[in-house]
C-alpha cells in the first residue's frame, strides 16, 4: 500500500514538473480498463472529500448526500472521462494530431488527480470572491493540462495548438464577463454562487 501512495505521488509529481516527458511516453497497448478504474476511484476519493468537508462544515449527511459521493460522482467522473475523450479527438483532428482514442483517453486519465482536487476546492468556496477566485484558477490550470495533453500526448502542431487553446479561452473569458458565469458557478458550489446574487 505504501508503494503505491508513494508511486502515485511520484506519477504526480512528473506530471507537473515534466508534462513534456511523462506524455510523450503514452501509448495505445490496448488496455483502457486501467483509465476507466482512475477515473473511477479520483472521483470516489473526490466524493469522499467534499461529503467529510460537508460534515466538518456542520451539514446534515443523508442518504442521498451518501449515494452521491460514492456511486453517482464516480460515475459522472467517469463520463466525463469519455466526454472529454471525444473533445480531445476533435481537437487532434483540428490540430493534426493522433487519431487514437485510447491515447486521447489514457492522456486525460493520467490527469484526472486534479478531479477530487477541483470538487474540494470547489466545496470550500464560502462567498462570491472566493468561488471566482478558485473558478479562474483551477479553469487556467484544467487549460494548461488540456494544452499539454494536445501537443504532447496527442502530438497535436504547436501552433494549432495555441490557436485551439486561444479560443478555448476566449470562449472562457466571454463566461466569466457575461451573466452565464452565474450557471457555471452553480455547477461547482451554489451556496457560494447565491451569496454573488445578492
Known amino acids: 500500500m505504501k508503494k503505491k501512495f508513494k508511486n502515485a505521488f511520484k506519477h504526480i509529481r512528473n506530471l507537473i514538473v515534466n508534462p513534456k516527458r511523462y506524455f510523450t511516453k503514452i501509448v495505445a497497448d490496448g488496455n483502457m480498463e486501467e483509465a476507466m478504474l482512475k477515473a473511477f476511484l479520483y472521483g470516489l476519493l473526490g466524493g469522499c472529500l467534499v ?66 482536487v477541483i470538487l474540494v476546492l470547489n466545496a470550500m468556496a464560502f462567498n462570491c470572491t472566493s468561488i471566482w477566485v478558485i473558478s479562474m484558477l483551477v479553469d487556467i490550470y484544467v487549460l494548461f493540462l488540456f494544452y499539454n495533453i494536445s501537443l504532447y500526448c496527442m502530438r497535436g502542431k504547436r501552433g ?7 479560443v478555448l479561452a476566449l470562449f472562457m473569458l466571454t463566461v466569466y464577463v457575461t451573466d452565464y458565469r452565474i450557471g457555471w458557478f452553480m455547477l461547482k458550489n451554489t451556496s457560494a454562487t447565491l451569496a454573488c446574487l445578492l
Do not use: C, H, Q
Open 51 to 116: 461529503l467529510l468537508i460537508r460534515l466538518l462544515g456542520g451539514a446534515t449527511i443523508t442518504i442521498g448526500a451518501i449515494f452521491t459521493a460514492i456511486i453517482i460522482v464516480p460515475v459522472l467522473a467517469v463520463a466525463l472521462l469519455f466526454v472529454m475523450g471525444g473533445l480531445m479527438m476533435l481537437v487532434s483532428e483540428i490540430t493534426g494530431g493522433e487519431r487514437d482514442w485510447e491515447i486521447a483517453i489514457k492522456g486525460l486519465a493520467s490527469v484526472f488527480f486534479i478531479y477530487p
Open 160 to 166: 494549432n495548438v495555441l490557436l485551439v487553446i486561444g
